[in-house]
């Protein structure tokens, strides 16, 4: 588990820098994954998301721009140096309500099943208690929802698996000392995405709190996983 103090110095300390490292480190794939992420909610219609761990906005203003369907768009995060950046930036489309709010994930203020969609990116890992947080995203998910989960991954192809950790291990957090002067902080990436459980422990996880199916789609070979949850 996550200690949140540390949480939350790490993500006030790189808020400043978080979207020009994220482009830097993926090459701007990071956009692309939460692009195809998104388009899985489009049949679902929803009038109203959840952006769980929202940090600066990316995943909910590519949410509003892609769903015409979208009303209400909830930006939750528990760093406000982060969320200035998602307010600031606003909503792509002036008939959605944007609204960012500084919450705890483990307790969301909201009633239950008051959600159409819930999206997390790379956030989940950081959670105190992945159980906790996952139950009350469960709880504040409608019945027919989907919550997608966008996290980093480890490749399963050995010499893939020893190309990614060297970059991972190495290159980021050198690129986190000369951009965001945060060694630090982009130590603490690789090491949290080691300890993860991913694919199929994830997936069970979720099941244990409820939601009735999941599935997991890779990319890059495995450096990046969108779980899509699903609660009947």
């Known amino acids: 588990m996550q200690n949140p103090s540390d949480v ?4 006030r300390q790189i808020a400043p820098h978080y979207d020009r490292m994220n ?13 195809k ?8 219609q929803p009038t109203r998301l959840l952006d769980l761990a929202a940090g600066t906005g990316d995943f ?13 768009v909830y930006l939750v995060d528990f760093v406000p140096e982060m969320l200035a950046y998602a307010e600031k930036r606003g909503a792509p489309r002036p008939s959605v309500a944007w609204h960012t709010l500084v919450a705890d994930a483990h307790q969301l203020p909201f009633p239950n099943d008051y959600f159409d969609a819930i999206t997390v990116g790379y956030g989940v890992r950081n959670f105190t208690d ?5 139950q009350e995203m469960y709880r504040v998910l409608r019945p027919g929802g989907l919550a997608l989960v966008l996290e980093t991954g ?30 630090d902080a982009y130590t603490y990436l690789p090491e949290s995405t080691r300890t993860f ?10 099941q244990e709190v409820g939601f009735s199916k999941g599935h997991y789609q890779t990319f890059l070979g495995g450096v990046s996983i969108l779980y899509k949850l699903h609660k009947t």
């Open 197 to 206: 459980p991913h694919r199929e422990k994830f997936l069970y996880l979720c």
């Open 130 to 134: 992945r159980r906790k947080a996952l």
């Open 60 to 72: 909910a203003w590519i949410a509003a721009q892609e769903l015409l369907s979208l009303q209400e």
């Open 23 to 35: 482009r830097l480190m993926t090459l701007g794939m990071d956009l692309s994954w939460r692009r």
């Open 37 to 44: 992420a998104v388009r899985y909610l489009k049949p679902l």
């Open 8 to 11: 939350q110095r790490i993500f």
């Open 154 to 183: 480890l490749p399963t192809n050995p010499l893939w698996k020893a190309a990614f950790w060297v970059y991972f291990r190495l290159y980021v957090p050198l690129l986190g000392l000369l951009v965001a002067k945060a060694k």
